[in-house]
């Protein structure tokens, strides 16, 4: 099976699944990287692996129909069968959504429903929860539908909130686990879509 990771950042958690897949953890293969970030190490790190891998942001694409259809072009260039978003920061537009439906999968750094939504990612996630005197928080990864953080649930996991916690503290914690986690839930991922249905539970 052949994975497309869509990351806006250092790429820590595509790191993750490239390994994974190598590792034979994960019974499919990285093949395509997409980052609306020119300078992400997301695109640095499918370079060095010498992974297919495309800048497309508003910036080198302002008409909108023109992203989609070119994002559209090298998804199907490449055949992907599966999507996932591991820090990507731009909403997924609906005609990709409607493409590969039921394909595309997002992690996110909190036990959603809460701490979801737009704006809540990246270190606002870890304030809101340290605010709101939380005792545990976690790791979702989840079916991506037209709603920020909405879709379907697939697998989540706990991460305990310490007394001691800073934001960027229990943000460190979380993404050691993230790591761990994306990958068992991947090739789980993988291994239902691999069935006759080729549904996730």
Known sequence: MK???????????LQAIIDGCKNGLIDAEVTLVISNNEDSGALRRAKKEQIENYYISNKNYPDEEELVNKTLEVLNKSKIDIIFLAGYLKKM????????????????????????GKGMYGINVH???????????????HKVD???????????????????????????????????F??????????????????VR
């Open 93 to 116: 537009p609906e005609k990709i959504i409607k493409e590969y439906k039921n394909k595309i999968f997002n992690i996110h750094p909190a036990l959603l429903p809460k701490y979801g």
């Open 146 to 180: 037209e709603n920020y953080d909405n879709g379907q649930i697939i697998k989540q996991t706990t991460v305990p909130v310490k007394p001691e916690d800073t934001p960027e503290k229990l943000a460190a914690r979380v993404l050691e686990k993230e790591h761990i």
């Open 182 to 199: 994306i990958v068992e839930t991947l090739s789980e991922i993988v291994e239902n879509l691999k069935k006759p249905k080729g549904k």
């Open 3 to 13: 994975i497309a990771v869509f990351a806006s950042h250092e790429g820590t958690d």
């Open 127 to 141: 304030k809101a929860v340290i605010e709101a005197k939380e005792k545990e928080t976690g790791i979702t990864i």
